[in-house]
C-alpha cells in the first residue's frame, strides 16, 4: 500500500502544479473564414528571409492561398527558379485582425511546410513594439528538423527554471530577445518526433493549442491519432477545460526570474512560411540538416522541391 499511496500523492501533487482553468469560446475560424480574419502582410521579411510576402490579391491570384468550406491553404510558389539578384520565392504572411490577451487558441492541421530551406511558424507577437509585448512560437522550426520548437522571446529580464512539469525539454532558458542572437528559451517537444516535418505530415497531421494566463504559458500537440485527444478539441467545443488536456509539451511558468504579466501585451496571431533568413540559413544549422548545396542558391534553382511547402489548416478556434 506504501508504492500505491505515494503515487496517488505524486499524482496528485502533478495535477495541482498543472492546475489549468475553464474557457468559453469565442471565436472559430475555418475555410473562407481565414480571409476575414487575417490580413495579409506585404512587407520586408524581418528575420531576412529568401522570400517575397504578396498581398492578398497577388496571393490568390497565383493560387498561393485558397480555401474551401473546410480547410484554408497557405502555400509558397514552386514553379520559378529565381535570378541570384532577384527577389525572394513569393510566398505569405498572415496576421489576426486581433490582439489576445489572456486566451487559448486551438489549431487544428492537416499539413504544414516541408522542404530544406523552409522556415514555417504559427506564432503570437505585436509588431510594433516587438519584443516589449513578447513573442510566443507555438509552431515553429526549419529544414525538416524535428521535433517541433516552442519557445517565449521577451525583453530584459525573462528567464525560465529548468524544472517545469512538461513533455518537452528546455534547450535554452534565457528568453531576452537580446541575449543569444534572440534564441529565446525553447522547448523542444522531444517526446514526439511527430510533431513537425513530413513526420507530421505523414501522420495526418493533428492539433497544437496554446494557452496563456497571468501566470504560465503553455503548449499541447496531440497525434491525428492519439486515443487520448481531449473532447474538446476534437469537438471545437463551446467551453474547453484545460484542467483535462494532461501534461503540456511545453510549460512556461512564472517565476523569480520572469514574470510573465509584465512581459506579455497583446498580441496578433501570424502564420507564415520563409525561406532559409536567420534561423533556416544559418550555415552550420543548414548543413547539419543534410541538405544540399547553401540555402539560398537551393531556394533559388529548386522550386519543385516546394510542391509540399504549404499549410492545410482545417480550424482555428479561440477561447476567453
Request: with cysteine; glycine share 8%; net charge negative.
Amino acid at each position: 500500500m506504501k508504492t500505491i499511496s505515494n503515487s496517488l500523492a505524486l499524482a496528485s501533487l502533478v495535477g495541482s502544479a498543472l492546475a489549468g482553468g475553464i474557457y468559453t469560446l469565442d471565436g472559430h475560424v475555418r475555410g473562407e473564414g481565414f480571409y476575414d480574419s487575417f490580413d495579409f502582410e506585404n512587407i520586408t521579411d524581418p528575420t531576412h528571409g529568401r522570400v517575397t510576402y504578396v498581398n492578398r490579391t497577388t496571393a490568390e491570384n497565383l493560387n498561393l492561398t485558397y480555401a474551401t468550406s473546410d480547410t484554408f491553404i497557405l502555400r509558397a510558389d514552386d514553379t520559378t527558379v529565381l535570378h541570384v539578384n532577384g527577389t525572394g520565392r513569393n510566398s505569405v504572411r498572415i496576421r489576426s485582425h486581433h490582439e489576445y490577451y489572456q486566451h487559448v487558441v486551438v489549431f487544428d492541421i492537416q499539413h504544414m511546410p516541408e522542404g530544406c530551406g523552409t522556415w514555417p511558424a504559427i506564432w503570437e507577437t505585436k509588431e510594433s513594439d516587438w519584443p516589449a509585448s513578447g513573442e510566443i512560437d507555438i509552431l515553429e522550426g526549419a529544414n525538416n528538423v524535428v521535433p517541433n520548437q516552442s519557445t517565449l522571446h521577451t525583453s530584459h529580464n525573462c528567464s525560465m527554471q529548468n524544472n517545469t512539469i512538461q513533455s518537452g525539454s528546455f534547450i535554452t532558458t534565457n528568453c531576452d530577445a537580446s541575449v543569444a542572437y534572440n534564441a529565446g528559451c525553447g522547448v523542444k517537444l522531444t517526446g514526439d518526433k511527430n510533431s513537425f516535418g513530413p513526420e507530421f505530415n505523414n501522420n495526418g497531421g493533428g492539433w497544437y493549442a496554446m494557452e496563456r494566463t497571468l501566470h504560465y504559458i503553455r503548449v499541447w500537440f496531440w497525434e491525428r491519432d492519439d486515443p487520448f485527444v481531449p473532447f474538446d478539441i476534437t469537438s471545437g467545443a463551446w467551453i474547453v477545460d484545460t484542467n483535462n488536456w494532461g501534461m503540456p509539451a511545453a510549460n512556461f511558468l512564472n517565476n523569480t526570474d520572469c514574470d510573465i504579466q509584465s512581459h506579455f501585451g497583446g498580441n496578433h496571431i501570424i502564420i507564415n512560411l520563409t525561406f532559409c533568413g536567420d534561423w533556416a540559413g544559418n550555415a552550420a544549422l543548414y548543413n547539419a540538416s543534410r541538405c544540399p548545396l547553401d540555402c539560398v542558391t537551393y531556394v533559388d534553382n529548386n522550386p519543385s522541391a516546394f510542391t509540399n511547402a504549404y499549410f492545410e489548416i482545417s480550424s482555428m478556434t479561440i477561447y476567453k
